[in-house]
């Protein structure tokens, strides 16, 4: 049995059609697990008539605590032998499972697809997380998963891919592989830590290069990841290479290393543009965090541009005012300001 849970939260207009193309799976063998995340809007009264009394679907209703609490929860529920994660604003074609379980042998803990991307008023267009599907057991083998984990264009056939392999969404999980793992809490890219470990406790990870789940993306708003959401990725990503070191491979190094570079970019044109006479008091604040006293002591490797080798020396000088207006000027330049 495969066990398909259904995280959502205020997600009115979109959750009966989602439930919907569960139902509607050719499947013959899956139980379907809604975790309602504290919806303050109909999510909830939606999703019950949706399910229909239907023996092999059932809701769960939790306080609001996100979208990896709710996935636990779905995860603590499930009984069936495999697992997979649909988010509430998105919709499933008939075969997924169907062609997804085709695709699993003895060994196989994940099967992965990619996506077709939709929106209202829009053609679907189908998005590619690489160029063709291939089968990962070993660490060499993973280390394309990985690449893509720490910089979402990482593998991307055409370069532009608008979403990356580390969603949880379009993945058969076998659950015993699961076992003792969970979501961490994370306000974003929980999703994607989760896989870190998923993908290294998996013996076998097929991915089929075939659009077989459905992605909303007029339901996506602009949201800026605050600094500190950042910092707690980036020591996620430090425990789990202490845990796995084998994984850390010379390419991965180098990914990680650039990816703490652009989220302490990030940290510090985000600090150093809220203005006034505090902002240079929170770039050093910032530069004081563990992850970037970490990160400002390294030797700078010849993968970092002019623009933060320029930042990771005043930084390490202790040069706080250049360091403010250096990180503030793109913003101004962007603003149209002196």
Known sequence: MVSIIIAAYNVEKYIAACIDSVLRLDWPDFELIVVD????????????EALGGRENARCIRQQNAGAGAARNAGIDAARGEFLMFVDGDDMVQPDLVRKLMERVGPETDIAACCCLS????????????????FTARTVAEKEKLYG??????SGQPDGRGHTGIGVPWGKLYRTEALRGLRFPDLRRMQDNAFNMYAFARAREIVYLDEPLYRYRRDHISGFR???????????ARERFFSEYPDYLTDALAGEFYMERLRYFGNG???RASEGGSSAKEKVRALCEWDVYRRLIREPIRHEAGARYRAALLLARLRLYGPLTWISSARERRKGGGK
């Open 148 to 153: 893509q984990l720490l910089r979402i264009r």
């Open 37 to 48: 995340d504290g919806s303050s809007d109909a999510t909830p009264s939606i999703c019950q």
């Open 268 to 270: 510090l044109k985000l």
């Open 225 to 235: 990841v605050p600094p500190e959401n950042l910092a707690d990725v980036i020591r």
């Open 118 to 133: 939709f929106q209202e008023g829009a053609e679907p267009s189908p998005f590619h997380f690489y160029a063709e599907g």
